[in-house]
């Protein structure tokens, strides 16, 4: 028999019937994630000020205060150079300490990239955990 009159079977794939259920769990996900950093931020009272402007880089200092009941570890924040119409332009990550614990607080400094077209900074703790701090015992 020639090649060309050979007859080939096809099979289009089966979709899971759990696609649909799954696509609108993850739609109604979403918005949760973003709600879960902003619950964060409210464990944390954050306030800074431009220390010095260079030629390349803005110098932001403050201080970050754990208002929750329990030890933040491992506490990081960004520091954004925002345009009069919010857009991020350039940002700086800054580790603030190992262990804030709850009701008190830690000072940092971060370091900005100078851009042109900034208007203003934002600060915002971007990174942390709770647990017990080191030394403590459950």
Same mark, same amino acid.
């Given at each position: 028999?020639p090649y060309?009159?050979?007859?080939?079977?096809? $099979?289009?794939?089966?979709?899971?019937?759990?696609?649909?259920?799954?696509?609108?769990? &993850?739609?109604?996900?979403?918005?949760?994630?973003?709600?879960?950093? +902003?619950?964060?931020?409210?464990? /944390? $009272? @954050?306030?800074?000020? =431009? %220390?010095?402007?260079?030629?390349?880089?803005?110098?932001? @200092?403050? =201080? !970050? =205060?754990? %208002?929750?009941?329990?030890?933040?570890?491992? !506490?990081? =924040?960004?520091?954004?150079?925002?345009?009069?119409?919010?857009?991020?332009?350039?940002?700086?990550?800054? /580790? @603030? &300490?190992?262990?804030?614990? +709850?009701? $008190?607080?830690? #000072? *940092?400094?971060?370091?900005?990239?100078? !851009? $042109?077209?900034?208007?203003? *900074?934002?600060?915002?703790?971007?990174?942390?955990? *709770?647990?017990?701090?080191?030394? #403590?015992?459950?």
């Amino acid at each position: 028999m020639p090649y060309n009159t050979a007859t080939v079977a096809t $099979r289009t794939p089966a979709t899971s019937p759990w696609l649909p259920l799954v696509l609108v769990l &993850a739609a109604l996900a979403a918005p949760l994630l973003r709600a879960d950093h +902003t619950l964060a931020q409210a464990n /944390f $009272r @954050v306030t800074w000020s =431009v %220390e010095k402007t260079g030629p390349t880089h803005v110098e932001l @200092v403050g =201080v !970050v =205060v754990n %208002e929750s009941s329990q030890d933040a570890l491992d !506490v990081y =924040v960004t520091a954004a150079a925002i345009d009069a119409s919010g857009k991020i332009l350039a940002r700086g990550i800054a /580790f @603030v &300490a190992p262990q804030i614990p +709850t009701r $008190r607080s830690a #000072e *940092f400094s971060a370091r900005v990239p100078n !851009v $042109r077209g900034t208007t203003a *900074f934002r600060v915002s703790v971007s990174n942390f955990r *709770f647990g017990l701090g080191r030394g #403590e015992s459950p």
